[in-house]
Nanobody, 125 residues
């Protein structure tokens, strides 16, 4: 089982940037994909971005495409979410997640096995 810890959240204004980090503890050899999800108050958790552990494939939600970038540093077992041109609608609790086998689509939160506790991002207008 993997242990994931997110960090880097905070308060920003519209148009600002922020980088989230997800530190992974445990055997990364079992990871197929890493994902970022977010949940705003009163809303369901939604897919943000995902990255295959090989680094070959990246997938983004339409709402963040062109503004957010997911990446990883294998040496430090860290996955990042670089967020640019932030908008108030990006305000949410952001989670990273890992999946160790391919079941549902990469965008489906139910296909992910391990989750962090989340880091809060707040964007004011």
């Amino acid at each position: 089982q993997l242990h994931l810890v997110e960090s880097g959240g905070g308060w920003r204004q519209t148009g600002d940037s922020l980088r989230l980090s997800c530190l992974i503890s445990g055997s990364t050899h079992d990871i197929w994909d890493m994902g970022w999800f977010r949940q705003a108050p009163g809303k369901e958790r939604e897919f943000v971005a995902a990255l295959s552990w090989s680094g070959r494939d990246r997938v983004y939600a339409d709402s963040v495409k062109g503004r957010f970038t997911i990446s990883k540093d294998s040496a430090s077992s860290t996955v990042y979410l670089e967020m640019n041109n932030l908008k108030p609608e990006d305000t949410a609790l952001y989670y990273c997640a890992a999946r160790t086998e391919i079941t549902l689509t990469i965008r489906d939160s139910q296909s992910y096995d391990d989750w962090g506790e989340g880091t809060q991002v707040t964007v004011s207008s």
